[in-house]
């Protein structure tokens, strides 16, 4: 008797027929389900939906070492100092912060 035991994908990814685990939320050649690629007009996979801008993946990410929360906090928020300047949305600062629930 042959038992085949699968480990399950991590959270976030979902199992293809060959066995593997992607993440559809990122996958340009399984973009929002197994299967499905994104055409040539688009260069990314993001949140599931093909896009002409470029994919950014963040991993091994860390806390801040002036972070006071813990990982699992709701609503807890930090400003970290960079040595630049970012801006988005014709808004620029050096000093952003990181919010648990996403952007300030």
């Known amino acids: 008797m042959n038992i085949l035991a699968t480990v399950p994908c991590a959270t976030g990814y979902v199992r293809a027929a060959s066995g593997s685990c992607v993440n559809t939320n990122i996958d340009r050649n399984n973009c929002g389900s ?13 949140y599931g939906v093909c896009s002409s801008a470029p ?9 801040p070492s002036n972070w006071s929360g813990s990982a699992t906090a ?8 960079v040595p630049f300047s970012i801006s988005l949305y014709s808004y620029s600062t050096t000093t952003p912060y990181l919010q648990t629930n996403g952007v300030k």
């Open 34 to 46: 197994i299967g499905y690629v994104c055409s040539v007009s688009y260069i990314s996979c993001s």
């Open 55 to 63: 994919a950014v993946m963040l991993a091994g990410g860390v806390n």
């Open 74 to 81: 709701d609503d807890s928020t930090v400003m970290i100092p």
